[in-house]
T-cell receptor, first 111, second 116 residues
Framework: LAKTTQPISMDSYEGQEVNITCSHNNIATNDYITWYQQFPSQGPRFIIQ???TKVTNEVASLFIPADRKSSTLSLPRVSLSDTAVYYC????????????FGQGTELSVKP | GAVVSQHPSRVICKSGTSVKIECRSLDFQATTMFWYRQFPKQSLMLMAT?????????EQGVEKDKFLINHASLTLSTLTVTSAHPEDSSFYICSAIRAGGQETQYFGPGTRLLVL
């Protein structure tokens, strides 16, 4: 399983765009990239998933360069409620879907 | 869609007793479920992979006789912490992958276990 590396923490202010970058140098051909959000004492919540290029949904965008060795989660106009831990995971769902969580990025949004 | 529930949400028990935690996929069938444990201020640690109709696969260092996993149906997996001790106190989270090729893990809300 490919290991991921993220910044331990980030600070932002309400209304700003936040970009969290994740490194996964050993990503395999069949691996997908998935981002989750976790609030204290809750299970992780799925944010977005992609394989290459750019993916966008109603809450975030995911940018994946051609070499796929990194990915960037972009949260537009964050609010206080976006304060959470964000996890980047890489896994091959064709091989059972096993995911190994890294340390995650603790995002703190200030007023 | 893709809702996963856990029961109970929190449990307090005495040392030496066994505790069962249920994980259900409410609106989809899950051939594979996963169990994680999370200590305060730490990341999720994968404990085991639960496959419907077969024995669970445990991660290195996780005692299979202490953490019994049963995945008897396509919508239910259970984790039983046997002879619980205070060091087993933790936040237990399950997740499920939708059967039929959906490539996303959906997580339950977690179960807080406190062993006195």
């Amino acid at each position: 399983l490919a290991k991921t590396t993220q910044p331990i923490s980030m600070d932002s202010y309400e209304g700003q765009e936040v970009n969290i970058t994740c490194s996964h140098n050993n990503i395999a051909t069949n691996d997908y990239i998935t981002w989750y959000q976790q609030f204290p004492s809750q299970g992780p919540r799925f944010i977005i998933q992609g394989y290459k290029t750019k993916v966008t949904n109603e809450v975030a965008s995911l940018f994946i360069p051609a070499d796929r060795k990194s990915s960037t989660l972009s949260l537009p106009r964050v609010s206080l409620s976006d304060t959470a831990v964000y996890y980047c995971l890489v896994g091959d769902y064709n091989q059972g879907g096993k995911l190994i969580f890294g340390q995650g990025t603790e995002l703190s949004v200030k007023p | 869609g893709a809702v996963v529930s856990q029961h109970p949400s929190r449990v307090i028990c005495k040392s030496g007793t066994s505790v069962k935690i249920e994980c259900r996929s409410l609106d989809f069938q899950a051939t594979t479920m996963f169990w994680y444990r999370q200590f305060p201020k730490q990341s999720l640690m994968l404990m085991a992979t639960s496959n419907e109709g077969s024995k669970a696969t445990y991660e290195q260092g996780v005692e299979k006789d202490k953490f019994l996993i049963n995945h008897a149906s396509l919508t239910l997996s259970t984790l039983t912490v046997t002879s619980a001790h205070p060091e087993d106190s933790s936040f237990y989270i399950c997740s499920a992958i939708r059967a039929g090729g959906q490539e996303t893990q959906y997580f339950g809300p977690g179960t807080r276990l406190l062993v006195l």
